[in-house]
């Protein structure tokens, strides 16, 4: 019986982890939305690894202390945008 509840445990676990990132979960594609949770977008944090952040389209999208911005920090209107604490 133990057996069943440690395969089972295992089971749900590996489920969990199955599902895509979260918001400030790592992530690896640089301003592409398809990696991340829906309304995520990958993009640099400041940190060794991009990470997910929420989509945005002008500034009134994000909570008051963040702002709208290249979710790659780059000002060439090409990159999606995303939510960034100031």
Known sequence: M??????????SLALIGCGKPGR?????????????EEG????????????CQTQCF???DC???????AATGAEN???PLA???R
Not at 40 to 51: N, R
């Open 40 to 51: 995520l977008v990958c993009g640099e944090s400041g940190a060794e690894k991009p990470v």
């Open 24 to 36: 400030g979960d790592e992530c690896d594609q640089v301003n592409t939305a398809d990696e991340c």
């Open 83 to 85: 939510c960034r604490a």
């Open 2 to 11: 133990k057996l069943a509840g440690f395969f089972a445990l295992g089971i």
């Open 58 to 60: 002008t500034s009134a």
């Open 63 to 69: 909570p008051s202390n963040f702002d709208c911005v």
């Open 77 to 79: 209107g090409s990159a």
